[in-house]
């Protein structure tokens, strides 16, 4: 299962179910090995868009808090919790620096936004901590669903999925073939 699981092939039900928990055994071990990795053994990662130490897309982006960091934001490795700090004037998909905007579920606080771009049509969830000091891109996006069924409804397609959150494929499209 854990071989599927990190490849994206979730074929049985059994594995869709069983998905959250063999992840989370998962982000044990990679996160222990990252955390046992000094600076000079990370590569430069090009493109910033990806994991610097497992190559896993984010799943999230974070706005830091206090000292040096403050105001930084920081994107969120799924799969082994790592790190890395990436300008907020830039999609953290694409890299582009043009139309990037954020986007909130009306009525609610502003801690987590959907953080959309007009060139590759796609959104990432952005906690920020200045907002709420215990906000973790991880959980705060898992605790934000509503969010992403408000963006379901717009052009922008989510750039990268939540480990611990995996979705069947949709048949949608091989149904709509058919009729």
Not at 97 to 122: I, M, P, S
């Amino acid at each position: 299962i854990a071989r599927r699981v990190l490849v994206g092939l979730l074929t049985e039900s059994g594995d869709l179910a069983a998905a959250p928990i063999v992840t989370a055994a998962l982000q044990v071990v990679f996160a222990d090995r990252a955390s046992k990795l000094k600076e000079s053994d990370i590569p430069y990662t090009d493109p910033a868009t990806v994991c610097p130490v497992c190559g896993t897309p984010p799943v999230a982006s974070v706005i830091r808090i206090g000292g040096r960091d403050a105001g930084l934001r920081y994107l969120h490795c799924g799969a082994c919790c790592t790190e890395w700090h990436m300008v907020r004037i830039k999609c953290s998909h694409c890299e582009s620096t043009k139309g990037v905007k954020y986007q909130k579920v009306d009525g609610g606080d502003d801690t987590v936004l959907a953080e959309t771009c007009d060139v590759c049509h796609t959104y990432r969830k952005i906690s920020n901590q200045e907002k709420d000091p215990f906000a973790e891109p991880l959980a705060d996006d898992l605790a934000t669903l509503m969010l992403d069924l408000l963006m379901s409804e717009t052009e922008f397609a989510r750039a990268s999925i939540n480990p611990l959150l995996p979705m069947a494929e949709n048949d949608d499209d091989s149904n709509n073939d058919k009729a």
